[in-house]
């Protein structure tokens, strides 16, 4: 058996870290790539199959640090503004029939939650950099009755919350969702569109885009 192709990979791996940011990256980012040039593919996922691409975007997700979500809304006097939210249980992404929708909470003292309110069409972001990894999650926002949002509530989130009654639950129902892991499900397109899922109005999930021109 041949080694030469494992020590490419160790090769060509330290020569690229001096360009693709923090260490830890840096190897995840290179080893990633260089495994794809020679070859080395994970167990594959069929990008013409919505339920393959949404099982593997949901777990995915799941996989991602808590604290790793990314919330974008539109502003009150035009733009976009995006900040971290906490997604730790038993708020996350959640899957029921087909149906995914993903639990967050805020403050009715906050911008997001006046943004929200003005234009509930957001985005939510699971960024993973120890897997360089992303699902991104488009849809509409919706606050849950007080009585349904105080179900969510945890005793952790008082130190969040000086007052309590300021606290509000949401769920994003999901109409799109994009999925990036790199070195295993990726866009090789000229344009980069990522591998793209979109909820269409027959009740089920279309694969709008699968990383191929």
């Known amino acids: 058996m041949s080694f ?3 020590a490419a990979v160790a090769a060509i791996s330290a020569s690229l870290g001096a360009v693709l940011g923090s260490e830890k990256v840096q190897v995840y980012g290179a080893l990633a790539k260089v495994k794809g040039w020679l070859g080395f593919k994970a167990a594959a996922v069929d990008l013409t199959e919505p339920s393959a691409v949404l099982a593997e975007a949901l777990n995915l997700a799941k996989a991602t ?30 899957e029921e029939d087909g149906k995914v929708k993903v639990n967050f909470f805020t403050s009715q003292a906050s911008r ?11 985005a939510l972001l699971y960024w993973n950099p120890e897997t360089l990894t992303y699902v991104t999650f488009q849809g509409r926002a919706e606050e ?23 606290y509000t639950a949401w769920h994003l129902h999901v109409q799109k969702i994009q999925v990036v892991s790199i070195g295993r499900l990726e866009s090789y397109r000229k344009d980069w569109r990522p591998v793209e899922l979109e909820w269409v109005n ?4 279309k694969v709008v885009c699968d990383g191929t021109e």
């Open 202 to 205: 027959d009740g089920s999930w």
């Open 65 to 94: 640090p808590q604290d790793c979500g990314v919330l974008s809304t539109r502003q009150l006097r035009g733009g976009v503004a995006s900040r971290m939210v906490q997604l730790k249980e038993p708020f996350g992404v959640q």
């Open 4 to 6: 030469a192709p494992y």
């Open 144 to 166: 849950k009755s007080p009585s349904e949002g105080n179900n969510f509530w945890r005793e952790w989130m008082q130190i969040l919350y000086k007052d309590p009654k300021l």
């Open 112 to 122: 997001k939650f006046s943004e929200l309110k003005s234009d509930p069409s957001c």
